[in-house]
């Protein structure tokens, strides 16, 4: 085993063996430990925040150097809840590693440690972040503040399954419609109510006719709540509904398409308000984050690989980089798959030429105008 793939799975067997899920804030300032321990030995200043007595903590890793700003961004919390890693281990098994947060996002951190100590010379920022697979509701601020410094963003998602970058991820927003009827006795006088369940189901339907209002908007109504009692006509009914798109622009027309279903309820006597949640951007692919692709293309080339980029459904914290202008590349680390799953793993194989690749980006990134 060569010196990068043993201290990657040496660092990488202690990450997973760590239960870490969002809300285990103990067991993510136990992976915290380690990252921290870990960069100051490659020179970092570290920046610890605790943002709620319900997360784990925030690190930030800065080290001088020359070149343009990079922002490394990872993330520390699993979808796991605790004691996963002791009913199933860290285990190699035919080139593959498997275990709780393998490849989401365990490898990321890891291959993030050991790029930074193949390009000593580069001035980086390491965000290791406890609460991305719950929306970064403690580490949003953060992390667009930090991209906000930076000149380029390099996320570390691990690659999709076939190897290719994510040059792009849809944006998110959450809705909830509250339609406000009038109670009545559903045997005696239901004349006298306004049933709010019936408003909500032809909602319902009006917002599944918005699904594919561009390429690629997605109008999700994922929980439908109405009524206290068979014999009482509801008063009261609640729609949570999940919107995504690949643009800003389709984003804001489904949200303004929601208010204008929202503001003709088709029974009488009944409102609905909208209330919505704070949008996750879309990550957009843009002429500086393709010629960051091109560049990341060309090195894999001289590596003797093929390499491509790629557009997700799903979100993460380069959303939240990208949607403050920075150019943003993600899916920098090595290949794996079956995310959230029992199955999740990553392919062993691929970690010494994706953390080579990784670490000569960050060199080889062209100087920007920023102040």
């Known amino acids: 085993m060569n010196d990068i793939l043993s201290a990657f799975v040496r660092d990488l ?3 997973v063996s760590i239960d870490s899920g969002s809300y285990d804030a103990a067991g993510v300032n136990k992976v915290a430990d380690v990252m921290a321990d870990r960069l100051g030995d490659l020179g970092f200043t570290i920046e610890r925040t605790t943002l709620s007595p319900d997360l784990g903590d925030l690190v930030v890793g800065r080290r001088p150097g020359s070149g343009p700003r990079v922002l490394l961004l990872a993330h520390m919390d699993t979808v796991f809840g605790p004691g996963t890693a002791a009913v199933r281990p860290f285990l190699i098994q035919d080139g593959r590693a498997y275990g709780p947060g393998v490849c989401d996002d365990k490898a990321g951190l890891v291959a993030g440690l050991l790029a930074a100590a193949l390009a000593p010379e580069a001035e980086l920022t390491f965000c290791c972040s406890p609460d991305e697979e719950i929306g970064a509701p403690g580490s949003r601020e953060a992390i667009e503040k930090l991209a906000r410094e930076a000149d380029y963003v390099l996320s570390l998602e ?46 319902v339907v009006g917002l599944d006719q918005l699904d594919g209002l561009a ?10 709540r109405a009524g206290t009692r068979p014999n009482v006509v509801a008063a009261e009914a609640v729609i949570e509904v999940e919107v995504r798109a690949h643009a800003v622009r389709d984003l804001d027309a489904a949200l303004a398409a929601i208010d204008r279903l929202a503001a ?7 409102s ?38 790629a557009a997700t459904g799903g979100i993460g914290d380069a959303n939240l980089a990208s949607g403050t202008g920075t150019p943003t590349l993600d899916g920098l680390g ?8 029992d199955d999740e793993w990553l392919d062993l194989s691929s970690v010494e030429p994706r953390i080579t690749l990784l670490a000569s980006l960050i060199r080889r990134l062209p100087p920007t105008e920023n102040p």
């Open 158 to 203: 691990c690659a999709r399954e076939n190897g290719d970058l994510v040059i792009a991820r849809k944006g998110i927003t959450d809705v909830t419609l509250t339609v406000r009827g009038r109670a009545a006795h559903a045997g005696i006088e239901p004349e006298r109510g306004a049933d709010a369940a019936l408003a909500a189901a032809h909602l």
């Open 264 to 270: 003709r309820s088709p029974v009488p006597d009944t």
């Open 272 to 309: 609905v308000l909208v209330e919505r949640a704070a949008a996750c951007p879309p990550m957009e692919a843009t002429p500086a984050s393709l010629a960051m692709l091109a560049l990341a293309a060309d090195i894999a080339a001289e590596l003797g690989f093929p390499l491509a980029g």
């Open 215 to 224: 390429p690629g908007v997605t109008v999700n109504a994922g929980v439908i």
């Open 13 to 15: 067997r202690t990450l």
């Open 334 to 341: 090595p290949v794996g798959g079956g995310d959230h799953s």
